[in-house]
């Protein structure tokens, strides 16, 4: 397993031995970790926002405007944490739905506004999307970085089809799924995943 991708702490202790440090949430699978560096965001906003309730509350405005501030910036650093659960299906079972017929997979992660974006847009349209969280789902999160050259790029969209060998990557747009969705292959937009 590699370290860094799964966000384990190393250090040296005493004798040059190495010390592993894992951190789960409940949700996770045995054995997954949490990388620490997704905390970032969710953290920053809630440190922010205690700042500014501390702030409201030594300046005499209150506790009741102190605690709104909290509230909201906990609901927000929730909604940007990989604690969210809504919108994700395991990648294995989308694949094997795919065995059966096309299916359009977007691999997205909390807390990315062009996600989010898309999600909106693909609701409204009323558009037939598999949506995966690649820090939830460990397949989706390695499919993810290798059609994205290493990167944890998202929103990254993609067409599954059972009379293709591989997944072929298509336009994170509501224009390129609705095209895939209609025509099960984007002809010409589309690329080949890795």
Avoid: K
Avoid at 22 to 45: D, K, L, N, Q, S
Wanted: with cysteine; charged share 20%; glycine share 10%.
């Amino acid at each position: 397993m590699d370290a860094s991708r799964f966000g384990q702490c190393t250090g040296e202790r005493g004798s040059g031995a190495r010390r592993v440090v894992r951190v789960t949430h409940p949700f996770a699978r045995a054995g997954r970790e949490i990388v620490p560096g997704h905390w970032f965001g969710p953290v920053a906003v809630v440190a922010v926002g205690c700042a500014l309730a501390w702030t409201l509350v030594g300046f005499g405005h209150g506790v009741a405007p102190a605690l709104f501030v909290l509230a909201v910036t906990t609901v927000v650093a929730l909604w940007n944490s990989p604690l969210r659960v809504t919108g994700h299906e395991p990648l294995q079972s989308v694949r094997s739905t795919a065995c059966m017929e096309h299916a359009v997979v977007v691999l997205w992660r909390p807390g990315c506004p062009y996600s989010s974006a898309l999600r909106r847009r693909a609701a409204r349209e009323g558009l037939e999307v598999h949506w995966v969280n690649i820090w939830r789902d460990e397949d989706a999160y390695e499919l993810c970085r290798s059609i994205n050259m290493g990167s944890e790029e998202t929103p990254t969209a993609m067409l599954l089809d059972p009379s293709l060998s591989g997944p072929v990557v298509i336009p994170a747009s509501v224009p390129g799924i609705r095209e895939a969705t209609a025509a099960r292959l984007p002809r010409g937009r589309a690329r080949r995943a890795i």
